[in-house]
């Protein structure tokens, strides 16, 4: 594939891309069309946590990370980036400082019996 079919078209039509892309299970050309759009709108949530999951799926388990903490620093009770940090925090070893992103993102999930 050209370089420039990343790039190509408006926002919301990479974003259209980078989810075709991202169930077909190609993460990395997801994450490869989901980067310059974050870089577009670093403001919204949406492409920064498809962009994480894509890094996640495709063992980029330090930019997964890096993407989830942004994501918590803007908005430290979306529960969802909470879940995906303490599961790539784990999946590098990293279990001590998994679990209290896994425990607060259940308590904000209203999960308390994972309490």
Known sequence: ?????YDH???????????????AKDYAAAARVLGKLVEEVPEQTGPRLLLA?????????????SELRVVIERDPVEH????MLGRTL????RD???EPH???ASALAGDFEQL
């Open 102 to 104: 896994l425990r607060l």
């Open 9 to 23: 078209g408006t926002p919301a039509e990479r974003w259209e891309r980078a989810r075709m892309f991202f169930d």
């Open 96 to 98: 001590d400082e998994a």
């Open 53 to 65: 999951r894509s890094y996640y799926h495709s063992a980029q388990l330090r930019r997964a990370e």
């Open 80 to 83: 969802y980036a909470r879940l």
């Open 1 to 5: 594939m050209d370089t420039t079919y």
């Open 90 to 93: 784990q999946r590098q070893g």
